[in-house]
């Protein structure tokens, strides 16, 4: 089962997607949080360039306090979920 959410709270705008899969262990979750605030020179495993990406880009654009968050429980599923400013603006 897949769910997707889209809320505001204040002035962030999030983006949730979530799943009831088989979830990601712990080692492997804080593996993949800490690839994330690598470079792309400095990585040591593939965690997908689609993620490294999109964490990238959001974070060129807003800030380093936006960007995607991933959580998962082993067994459970997993919820990555992308923050973004309120913005009244298009992007430039």
């Known amino acids: 089962k897949i769910v997707i959410k889209g809320y505001r709270d204040a002035d962030r705008i999030y983006m949730e997607v979530i799943d009831n899969g088989s979830g990601i262990s712990e080692e492997r979750l804080e ?9 792309y020179q400095d990585q040591k495993q593939y965690i997908g360039i689609g993620i490294k990406s999109v964490n990238d880009r959001i974070k060129m654009q807003y800030g380093e306090a936006y960007g995607l968050t991933i959580r998962s429980v082993y067994g459970e599923g997993t919820s990555m979920i992308i923050t973004i400013p309120v913005t009244t603006g298009g992007l430039d």
């Open 31 to 39: 593996a993949i949080h800490a690839e994330l605030q690598l470079t």
